[in-house]
Structure formats: C-alpha cells, structure tokens
C-alpha cells in the first residue's frame, strides 16, 4: 500500500499562487495514478485534476483549467498541484489520492486517500 501526505497549502489572497505537494511513502510510486481532489465546506468532494503513472496524461475539471497545473517526479515520489490565479471559490481542503492502475481519472474511485491541507483564498 500507499502512505499520501500532503502540503503547501495555506492562506493566500486572490489573484495569488500556491504550490501543493503530494509525499507518497510505500510501493513504488511511479506504479500509481493519482489525483487531486477538494471539498469546500457544506460541499461535497469534487474532482479537480488527475495525472497518469508517468505523468503524460493530465485532465482537469474545467473551473481549474489554464490556471491549475498538474505534475509528478516519480523520482522524489511526489505529485504537485501549482495553482494560479487564485479564486475565492477555490477555497477547500485539498486531498491527494492514489490507486495501483495505469489511470482513474476524474471518478473517486482512488484506493488511497491523504490528510488534507487546507487553502484558503481571500478576496
């Protein structure tokens, strides 16, 4: 199994950029498709971005697109999020999570799931 420990995230205002990290520990990383999800509160999880095992293949959800980035070095087993352009609206906890297939996509259907770090954008 997977050990997913997110960080970076923070209190940023609008218009700004974090970048979110993802540390896997366990298996070999580069065995996992991954993901980046968010639950803003009274909200329910949403999708936000994916990425394949060796990092070629990204999607997005569209409120993210050309403004969130996606990657992965399966060398240092870490999968990043650079958001830009912050919004308000993207304020949540954003959750990293990982299943041992070749790609999951925008479904939750990830085995392994991260903590959590909370970004929180002002207007």
């Known amino acids: 199994q997977v050990q997913l420990v997110e960080s970076g995230g923070g209190l940023v205002q609008a218009g700004g950029s974090l970048r979110l990290s993802c540390a896997a520990s366990?298996?070999?990383?580069?065995?996992?498709?991954m993901g980046w999800f968010r639950q803003a509160p009274g909200k329910e999880r949403e999708f936000v971005a994916a990425i394949d095992r060796s990092g070629v293949t990204t999607y997005y959800t569209n409120s993210v697109k050309g403004r969130f980035t996606i990657s992965r070095d399966n060398a240092k087993n870490t999968m990043y999020l650079q958001m830009n352009v912050l919004k308000p609206e993207d304020t949540a906890v954003y959750y990293c999570?990982?299943?041992?297939?070749?790609?999951?996509?925008?479904?939750?259907?990830?085995?392994?799931w991260g903590q959590g770090t909370q970004v929180t954008v002002s207007s």
């Open positions: 999570a990982a299943d041992e297939t070749p790609w999951v996509g925008a479904n939750n259907e990830y085995h392994y």
């Open positions: 366990g298996r070999t990383f580069s065995s996992y498709a």
